[in-house]
C-alpha cells in the first residue's frame, strides 16, 4: 500500500538559512499535518491542511510557513533557521479531518 | 488544553513477558490513536481506537472514554517491540496531542 512520502529524509544547513520539505500524502488524502519532534520529545502539531486550506495551527514559529497544493502535496518552508530547530519533521495525511492519521518517515533537519 | 498522561514513562522487559500500558486523558476526546516509534524513529500506527476493544496479534487496546483512559497490552514481547510507544489524541480539532510517551526495552 502507498504510504506518505517525504523529503528529503536529511538536511544539514547553516543558522540563518532557509529550508523547504516536501510531503506527497497517500492517493485519495485530503488532509496533511505537520509535526515537529525534539530529541527525546513527543511530536508536536504544527499545522494542519484540509482540502487545500489551512484548517489549523499549533505551535509553529512564525518564520515558517506551509501550504497544500492543487494535487494535495504540501510544503513546509522555513526561513531564518535557528539551532533550535533541528529536530525530526513528520509529514502525516488522513482521508478526512479528524480521522486515523499516517505518519511519513519524517525528515530529520540538522542546523549548525 | 487537553492533558496526555502517559505511564510508565519507561519499562524494561524480559522476552517473553506481558505489559500494560497506560494513557490518561483531561477532557473527552474524538478520537485516540496509538503509535509505536521504532529506534529509527519511523512511528508506525497501532491502533485507532476512540472507544471498544481492538486486538492485532500480540497487541490489543482498549479504551474508556466515559472514564477517560485507553491501555495497550503486549503479550509475549519481543526484542522488535523495543521503542516508544504514543498515544494521541484529538479533542476539538485536527491539534492531535501526544502524551510523554513510554520507553520500552525488551531484552533477551
Known amino acids: 500500500a502507498a504510504g506518505v512520502i517525504q523529503s528529503p529524509r536529511h538536511l544539514i544547513k547553516e543558522k540563518r538559512e532557509t529550508a523547504t520539505l516536501k510531503c506527497y500524502p497517500i492517493p485519495r488524502h485530503d488532509t496533511v499535518y505537520w509535526y515537529q519532534q525534539g530529541p527525546g520529545q513527543d511530536p508536536q502539531f504544527l499545522i494542519s491542511f484540509y482540502e487545500k486550506m489551512q484548517s489549523d495551527k499549533g505551535s509553529i514559529p512564525d518564520r515558517f510557513s506551509a501550504q497544500q497544493f492543487s494535487d494535495y502535496h504540501s510544503e513546509l518552508n522555513m526561513s531564518s533557521l535557528e539551532l533550535g530547530d533541528s529536530a525530526l519533521y513528520f509529514c502525516?495525511?488522513?482521508?478526512?479531518?479528524?480521522?486515523?492519521?499516517?505518519f511519513g518517515p519524517g525528515t530529520r533537519l540538522t542546523v549548525t | 488544553g487537553i492533558q496526555v498522561e502517559q505511564s510508565p514513562p519507561d519499562l524494561i522487559l524480559q522476552e517473553g513477558a506481558n505489559s500494560t500500558l497506560r494513557c490518561n486523558f483531561s477532557?473527552?476526546?474524538?478520537?485516540l490513536q496509538w503509535f509505536h516509534q521504532n529506534p529509527w524513529g519511523q512511528l508506525i500506527n497501532l491502533f485507532y481506537i476512540p472507544s471498544g476493544t481492538k486486538q492485532n496479534g500480540r497487541l490489543s487496546a482498549t479504551t474508556v472514554a466515559t472514564e477517560r483512559y485507553s491501555l495497550l497490552y503486549i503479550s509475549s514481547s519481543q526484542t522488535t517491540d523495543s521503542g516508544v510507544y504514543f498515544c494521541a489524541v484529538y479533542h476539538n480539532n485536527n491539534d492531535m496531542r501526544f502524551g510523554a510517551g513510554t520507553r520500552l526495552t525488551v531484552k533477551p
Open positions: 502525516a495525511s488522513s482521508p478526512g479531518e479528524q480521522l486515523e492519521q499516517y
Open positions: 477532557d473527552s476526546v474524538n478520537n
